[in-house]
């Protein structure tokens, strides 16, 4: 990284340093599980810190019952549904996912009307397909239409290899999701619905004088869990979405395939505190800070400050920083008139092992076009002199004028 002549002292400390910690070489941490498929994102940047076949399309089971709470969260969200609200139990819904089906259940009984919290609850905590298949032909008629509505839904919000055939999560060819995708779907509720979150953590539902508890093991182990929904089928094995949150910060993991309950219970809590004691986050810096003074063609100024709107936070293990290099990207020289706020470069950030983090970089203030004398000045000064070379001051207007 080419540090700018004019860049102010404390940036450029925090420049050194981390440019510095780019010569630094550190061996990779690894980790095992015993997951087919397994993936840790970090609930604040969505960056996924470790990750095993995450984009593997496989069987969710019961965890795309996710899928269906996000549907009637939306719903909920646009005021064309309310908690109040009561949804009929059909006989389709009795037999294909209550006491008759033989699969979980919230145990409804045909004909019934139940009120959307109860059945938002005998989805989370009962994990009833009843209740699932309930819901879906309130919101969309049937369960088929449904399915292909959430399919649509899925793609709107993000999830770039989920397919559903159902509401529950049954076995079948056309019901598909990825680790990673059920880890985006999970944040995105998390972060878009926090006001229903919290039947999430909810550990005991009693509907129709049954008393059931929650099947998220991770709940009863770890008190810093909140969330979210396990699967089980022949065809997926054990999975888990498990969410938990420590000191201000919140990881998601999601694993599956695994081979008992027991598994499921261990390898849960077992990634979730590796995953907190291995990553940490680093500011490296502030909402309208200079990252770098660019250089500019033709202005009042020489150069112009390029900052980020939004602090620039990264999570990694303390090897992968020790690894990490930071670079401003834009073309240069930039011609003036510039504006505070015109988007004008990328601050680009790597690290072993992670995707690569791409920041937005602005105008931290105006730069104006100098008159005809000036621009024709400064044409000949540039094939003369490097423009680098220029000490006229930096402006110091922030952008969006604060």
């Not at 019952?65 to 909920?76: C, R, Y």
């Not at 509401?167 to 926090?194: Q, V």
């Not at 309208?288 to 709107?309: C, D, I, M, R």
Request: hydrophobic share 40%; with cysteine; glycine share 8%.
């Amino acid at each position: 990284m080419t540090l700018p002549r004019h860049l102010p002292s404390s940036v450029a400390t925090l420049c050194c340093a981390l440019f510095a910690l780019v010569l630094v070489a550190a061996p990779a941490r690894a980790f095992e599980t015993s997951a087919k498929y397994a993936v840790l994102m970090d609930y604040q940047t969505g960056a996924v810190l470790w990750e095993k076949d995450a984009d593997t399309r496989m069987h969710p089971a019961s965890m795309s019952k996710l899928m269906t709470l996000e549907m009637l969260f939306h719903a909920l969200k646009d005021g064309t549904v309310k908690l109040d609200d009561k949804f009929t139990v059909s006989e389709h819904a009795w037999k294909a996912g209550g006491a008759a089906s033989g699969s979980s259940t919230m145990f409804a009984k045909v004909g019934s009307k139940i009120p959307v919290r109860d059945l938002i609850q005998g989805i989370i905590v009962q994990s009833g397909n009843d209740a699932c298949i309930t819901v879906a032909e309130a919101l969309k008629g049937s369960e088929s239409a449904f399915a292909a509505a959430a399919t649509e839904r899925a793609k709107e919000i993000g999830l770039k290899n989920s397919s559903f055939a159902n509401a529950t999560g049954w076995p079948n060819p056309d019901h598909m999701m990825t680790a990673h995708d059920l880890a985006r779907l999970a944040r995105h509720i998390i972060k878009d619905y926090p006001e229903y979150y919290h039947y999430f953590a909810e550990k005991v539902f009693t509907w129709n004088g049954i008393t059931q508890h929650n099947r998220n093991p991770a709940l009863y182990l770890d008190k810093t869990v909140d969330g979210l929904k396990t699967g089980h089928t022949e065809q997926s094995g054990y999975g888990l979405v498990v969410s938990a949150k420590r000191d201000g910060e919140r990881l998601i993991a999601v694993l599956n395939g695994m081979p008992s309950q027991k598994a499921r219970a261990e390898e849960g809590i077992r990634v979730i505190d590796w995953g907190f004691r291995s990553f940490k986050h680093y500011k490296l810096f502030a909402a309208n800070t200079p990252v770098e003074n660019a250089p500019v063609f033709q202005g009042n100024y020489a150069k112009v400050p390029l900052v980020s709107t939004d602090d620039i936070d990264v999570i990694m293990s303390p090897e992968q920083r020790r690894k990490m290099t930071v670079k401003a990207v834009y073309s240069t020289p930039i011609a003036a008139p510039v504006k505070a706020g015109q988007r004008l470069g990328t601050l680009r950030v790597e690290a072993p092992g992670l995707p690569t983090r791409e920041f937005p970089l602005v105008a931290g203030a105006d730069v104006e076009r100098l008159g005809i004398f000036g621009r024709a000045m400064d044409s000949l000064k540039s094939m003369i002199f490097s423009s680098g070379d220029d000490d006229t001051p930096m402006p110091t207007q922030p952008a969006d004028g604060q």
